[in-house]
Nanobody, 123 residues
Framework: QLQLVESGGGSVQPGGSLRLSCAASGFTLDGYAISWFRQVPGKEREGVSCRSDEFTFVVDSVKGRFTISGDNDKNTAYLQMNSLKSEDTAVYYC??????????????????WGRGTQVTVST
């Protein structure tokens, strides 16, 4: 089956780090833009980052703290999250769409979605 599977979430204290993984199953991530979104209850899904062959974007709220990367051999994308804040608490989703990061924040454009992994930052 064609899907994305996130892993690496958990609970961490403010200032801590987590690395999220997004493994593709049934298809290759080559030729896709890979993005990370996050969502808290009662709020709209928020774009965090997008990576393609041409561009890498992170939103201002995580700039300097989060880094998006990928390993083509493992068919896996990563989100390294450092200096975590309580405001980063959310369910994090990876998503893939064919092509590039154009209109990357429009989540309805994505072809594949992971089921989400919970990230909780608290004292």
């Amino acid at each position: 089956q064609l899907q994305l599977v996130e892993s690496g979430g958990g609970s961490v204290q403010p200032g801590g780090s987590l690395r999220l993984s997004c493994a593709a199953s049934g298809f290759t991530l080559d030729g896709y833009a890979i993005s990370w979104f996050r969502q808290v209850p009662g709020k709209e899904r928020e774009g965090v980052s997008c990576r393609s062959d041409e561009f890498t974007f992170v939103v201002d709220s995580v700039k300097g703290r989060f880094t998006i990367s990928g390993d083509n051999d493992k068919n896996t994308a990563y989100l390294q999250m450092n200096s975590l804040k309580s405001e980063d608490t959310a369910v994090y989703y990876c998503a893939a769409k064919r092509g590039n990061c154009l209109f990357w924040t429009q989540y309805r454009r994505y072809d594949y979605w992971g089921r989400g992994t919970q990230v909780t930052v608290s004292t």
